[in-house]
């Protein structure tokens, strides 16, 4: 079962290369979805087969173990402590377990939601992207008998949520888009934070980038959430269906919701993945006849791939000497170095 959108496009893309820096950390799951890390142990939401696996993140080849079965439709979840909240998409609730039981069971928290998909915890406030009911609502989780109250509606499709200070950040899967809201207002609304983006899931805060799931854009991006108008830059390219973003130091996990497996980028959060260096620029971008790369200290070689992974050109060059694309078609490409760099640019 295929929760989430179906892709007939996907099989065109098997001709991608990821980062050379990408590994495959475990396959053979269920549609992968959200993703957790608690010391070595990496959570996994099987949404596909009802269950929460975890993988020892330190282990060469790492096995999945069960952590509890016959959760219904896991989309999302967060710890507190020893206490693992669950958003039961398929079961349209809040459950939890102490992951400290050799056999948890899944208690119930709170019923009757709308597909929850995304959980946030904020003090004793859990917050909830109730994905069909379009809104985020809040329980407390104090409370012996907790109800859902209402924090802000008419949002479409909310899937992830980030908090900043008083900043909640939402991925709006059907929007396209991430918005934010202060959950200090008394009645907040939501502000578009950038749109354009391509179904948008899952949302991680590390310092000020604020790093995305692209779903059917194929891929993790990023933002800066002090900019005043922020701009994407691409993380990692070509993953199938990504859902769920985890950070251990300075490597990034994603779930590959289509291919059934998890993904490690190494030294995502130290490396400039899509630039040379600082001192290196392509110009003009966009551009309809050529490319000029500013600032190289030696002769590269180069290959241009377009956004579906097919070569397009290569050579190499070094100085003054520009790369001609007039014969490209309008869009998106990819110039990759040798060593490994790469810069997005437009054929206009």
């Given at each position: 079962?295929k929760?989430?959108?179906?892709?007939?496009?996907l099989?065109l893309?098997?001709?991608?290369?990821?980062?050379?820096?990408?590994?495959?950390?475990?396959?053979?799951?269920?549609e992968?979805?959200?993703?957790?890390i608690n010391g070595n142990?990496?959570?996994?939401a099987?949404?596909?087969a009802?269950?929460i696996?975890?993988?020892?993140i330190?282990?060469?080849?790492p096995?999945t173990?069960?952590?509890?079965?016959?959760v219904?439709g896991?989309?999302?979840?967060?710890?507190?402590?020893?206490?693992?909240?669950?958003?039961e998409?398929?079961?349209?609730?809040i459950?939890?377990?102490?992951?400290t039981d050799a056999?948890?069971?899944?208690?119930?928290?709170?019923?009757?939601?709308?597909?929850?998909a995304?959980?946030?915890l904020?003090?004793?406030?859990?917050?909830?992207?109730?994905?069909?009911g379009?809104?985020?609502?809040?329980?407390?989780?104090?409370?012996?008998t907790?109800t859902?109250?209402?924090?802000?509606?008419?949002l479409?499709?909310?899937?992830g949520l980030?908090l900043?200070?008083?900043?909640?950040y939402?991925?709006?899967?059907?929007g396209?888009?991430?918005?934010?809201?202060d959950?200090?207002?008394?009645?907040p609304?939501a502000?578009d934070?950038?749109?354009?983006?391509?179904?948008p899931t899952e949302?991680?805060?590390?310092?000020d980038?604020?790093?995305?799931s692209?779903?059917?854009?194929?891929k993790?991006s990023?933002i800066?959430?002090?900019?005043?108008t922020?701009?994407?830059?691409d993380?990692l390219?070509?993953?199938?269906g990504?859902?769920?973003?985890?950070?251990?130091?300075?490597d990034?996990y994603?779930?590959?919701?289509?291919?059934?497996?998890?993904?490690?980028?190494?030294?995502?959060?130290?490396?400039d993945?899509y630039h040379?260096n600082h001192n290196?620029v392509l110009?003009?971008n966009?551009?309809?006849?050529?490319?000029?790369?500013?600032?190289?200290?030696?002769?590269?070689?180069?290959?241009i791939?377009?956004?579906?992974?097919?070569?397009?050109l290569?050579g190499?060059?070094?100085g003054?000497?520009?790369?001609?694309?007039?014969?490209?078609v309008?869009g998106?490409?990819?110039?990759?170095?040798n060593?490994?760099?790469?810069?997005k640019f437009?054929?206009?």
């Amino acid at each position: 079962m295929k929760l989430f959108y179906t892709l007939i496009t996907l099989l065109l893309l098997n001709s991608i290369n990821l980062s050379a820096q990408t590994t495959v950390v475990v396959d053979g799951l269920s549609e992968p979805f959200k993703l957790l890390i608690n010391g070595n142990d990496l959570y996994i939401a099987e949404i596909g087969a009802d269950k929460i696996s975890k993988i020892d993140i330190t282990d060469t080849t790492p096995t999945t173990i069960n952590v509890i079965t016959g959760v219904s439709g896991p989309a999302g979840f967060i710890l507190n402590g020893n206490d693992l909240y669950i958003a039961e998409y398929i079961g349209n609730k809040i459950s939890k377990i102490d992951i400290t039981d050799a056999k948890p069971t899944a208690i119930d928290v709170v019923t009757g939601l709308s597909s929850p998909a995304a959980l946030f915890l904020n003090g004793n406030d859990l917050y909830i992207a109730e994905s069909d009911g379009n809104k985020i609502s809040k329980i407390d989780i104090t409370d012996a008998t907790p109800t859902a109250t209402d924090v802000v509606t008419g949002l479409i499709k909310p899937f992830g949520l980030a908090l900043n200070g008083n900043d909640l950040y939402i991925a709006e899967s059907d929007g396209n888009k991430i918005s934010k809201i202060d959950i200090t207002d008394v009645t907040p609304i939501a502000t578009d934070v950038i749109t354009g983006l391509s179904r948008p899931t899952e949302l991680l805060l590390n310092g000020d980038d604020l790093y995305i799931s692209e779903y059917t854009g194929f891929k993790i991006s990023k933002i800066d959430i002090t900019d005043a108008t922020p701009t994407t830059t691409d993380i990692l390219n070509g993953i199938l269906g990504p859902t769920g973003i985890a950070i251990n130091g300075n490597d990034l996990y994603a779930s590959e919701s289509v291919d059934d497996q998890i993904l490690k980028l190494a030294n995502a959060l130290s490396v400039d993945k899509y630039h040379i260096n600082h001192n290196v620029v392509l110009y003009p971008n966009p551009s309809n006849e050529y490319l000029e790369i500013l600032g190289l200290t030696k002769r590269e070689h180069f290959e241009i791939y377009d956004a579906l992974g097919k070569k397009m050109l290569k050579g190499n060059v070094f100085g003054d000497e520009k790369i001609e694309i007039k014969n490209l078609v309008n869009g998106f490409y990819f110039l990759k170095f040798n060593n490994g760099s790469t810069i997005k640019f437009i054929k206009k």
